[in-house]
């Protein structure tokens, strides 16, 4: 009588104690490591698979402060005030932007304190043109902004911050998809003291901080003004999967991969 059994792997066998794994009928029993190897698997893919945008509301209570913090999805947010002196359309980093100022947080949303247009993010003024910088704790793409106190004077200038700390000018011809009049460089909104909500053609970014100012050629009159400015009352984000996410989830199908290639070899006593 010929018995035929099959021996699993080397791999499968660590620890005296374990000894072999015999596959009875058609129905393999699968081992514990490839049981994990499986769950580590899924559980990077769930946590790299890009989730529905989710949407950040920016005001509160009524103060002028040094920063904000919100959270939601796990993402923290912090945003800050500075003032720059240059031309909006021709800032190249954050060492363009110049000393601190205040948030103003208002009931719908936040712009700066002080300035022309107070509480609204503005460039009316050259020497205190003023920025708001959102920073946050992974990366991030924008798929909506509200805007409020919108005037039909209104610009928008939006960058993304690089690791080097240099900017990625984020407005440009097609990337509004609605909520603006005109989706070029330059964008003005058509109401007045209205809200505007942005909804882009595609989430855009993959950046941790983003600067929001208005954007003007330089002291050239637009609209009849110069460099008026809006309120920023939400964002609505995807988060992007960190690389040692993906990392994770690359080496998973790659262990899982090398398992199922492995053949089990029988092994024929008398």
């Not at 060492?95 to 205040?102: K, N």
């Not at 503005?122 to 959102?134: C, S």
């Not at 988060?239 to 989830?249: D, H, I, Q, S, T």
């Amino acid at each position: 009588m010929r018995i035929v059994t099959f021996q699993s792997n080397p791999l499968r066998n660590i620890g005296k104690g374990m000894g072999e794994t015999t596959f009875r009928g058609s129905h393999p029993m699968i081992h514990p490591f490839a049981a994990i190897a499986v769950t580590t698997l899924v559980g990077a893919f769930v946590a790299a698979a890009p989730a529905s945008a989710v949407t950040v509301v920016l005001g509160g209570a009524v103060q002028n402060v040094s920063s904000v913090t919100r959270s939601a999805e796990g993402v923290d947010f912090t945003v800050t005030a500075a003032r720059f002196t240059g031309n909006p359309a021709t800032l190249t980093g954050m060492s363009s932007l110049g000393a601190p100022l205040l948030v103003s947080v208002t009931t719908p949303g936040l712009g700066v304190d002080g300035g022309g247009s107070a509480p609204q993010i503005d460039t009316n003024q050259t020497n205190r043109r003023e920025a708001l910088i959102l920073s946050a704790s992974s990366p991030f793409e924008i798929s909506r902004l509200k805007l409020s106190m919108v005037d039909g004077n209104d610009t928008l200038m939006l960058y993304g911050v690089k690791d080097d700390g240099s900017f990625v000018a984020l407005i440009n011809a097609g990337t509004i998809m609605s909520g603006l009049n005109g989706a070029a460089g330059v964008v003005s909104t058509g109401a007045n003291g209205g809200t505007s909500l942005l909804t882009f053609a595609n989430p855009w970014g993959n950046f941790s901080q983003y600067v929001f100012t208005t954007r003007v050629g330089g002291e050239v009159l637009y609209n009849n003004d110069r460099g008026q400015g809006y309120r920023l009352d939400s964002i609505s984000f995807n988060v992007v999967p960190e690389p040692r996410m993906w990392a994770m989830l690359i080496a998973g199908f790659g262990f899982v991969g090398v398992a199922a290639r492995r053949r089990r070899k029988p092994v024929v006593s008398a």
